[in-house]
């Protein structure tokens, strides 16, 4: 499975978009990027998953580049409640019932 | 329709004892993974059921073992507990309706079960 690179922490204001960026280098053809948000105490809730380009739903945007050796979340206007560890996921979610490998993710803090 | 459930919510057991959790996937799902969580990292593989069988597993030793049963329901075992097994353990659902290329699937996670080890 592909290693994935995140920043260990990020810090923003409520209101303002915040982008955490994922590094893949070693992405496979078959491989889709996806994130989850996890709360504390709380197992990891699926935000978004994308192949290329651009994926958005009611909650955020996914923007992949062409080579998709990174990518990168989005989250508009957000608030405390979006206070939470972001997990960025690459793999193939259609061979073999594959099991998620998780890194360390991304600690948010969003301030009032 | 209730989502992954997992009982006991919290568990304080003593080094050598014998611990069974259990989960229930969410409802049209098939496949149970277990995730052990340390503080402060991120969710580990244990390993995964469907049919009734083991099918993949990480890389955590035989203390830990598992059982699926007919209504996909699953236990997670460890047993001779030591102080490193103390974690959030995690059950996730999935379901697989096919092979086709670029399905995209998703995995539900229950609220996990926080176990000491003292």
């Known amino acids: 499975l592909a290693k994935t690179t995140q920043p260990i922490s990020m810090d923003s204001y409520e209101g303002q978009e915040v982008n955490i960026t994922c590094s893949h280098n070693n992405i496979a053809t078959n491989d889709y990027i996806t994130w989850y948000q996890q709360f504390p105490s709380q197992g990891p809730r699926f935000i978004i998953q994308?192949?290329?380009t651009k994926v958005t739903n009611e909650v955020a945007s996914l923007f992949i580049p062409a080579d998709r050796k990174s990518s990168t979340l989005s989250l508009p206007r957000v608030s405390l409640s979006d206070t939470a560890v972001y997990y960025c996921l690459v793999g193939d979610p259609v061979a073999g019932r594959r099991a998620l490998t998780f890194g360390s993710g991304t600690r948010l803090q969003v301030q009032p | 329709d209730a989502g992954v459930t997992q009982s006991p919510t919290h568990l304080i057991k003593t080094r050598g004892q014998q611990v069974t959790l259990r989960c229930s996937p969410k409802s049209g799902h098939d496949t149970v993974s277990w995730y052990q969580q340390a503080l402060g990292q991120g969710p580990q593989f244990i390993f995964q059921y469907y049919e009734e069988e083991e099918r993949q597993r990480g890389n955590f030793p035989d203390r830990f073992s598992g059982h699926q049963f007919p209504n996909y329901s699953s236990e997670l075992n460890v047993n001779a507990l030591l102080l490193g097994d103390s974690a959030l353990y995690l059950c996730?659902?999935?379901?697989?309706?096919?092979?086709?290329?670029?399905?995209?699937?998703?995995?539900?996670f229950g609220q996990g079960t926080r176990l000491t080890v003292v």
């Open positions: 996730a659902s999935s379901f697989f309706p096919s092979l086709r290329q670029g399905a995209s699937t998703e995995a539900f």
């Open positions: 994308g192949y290329k």
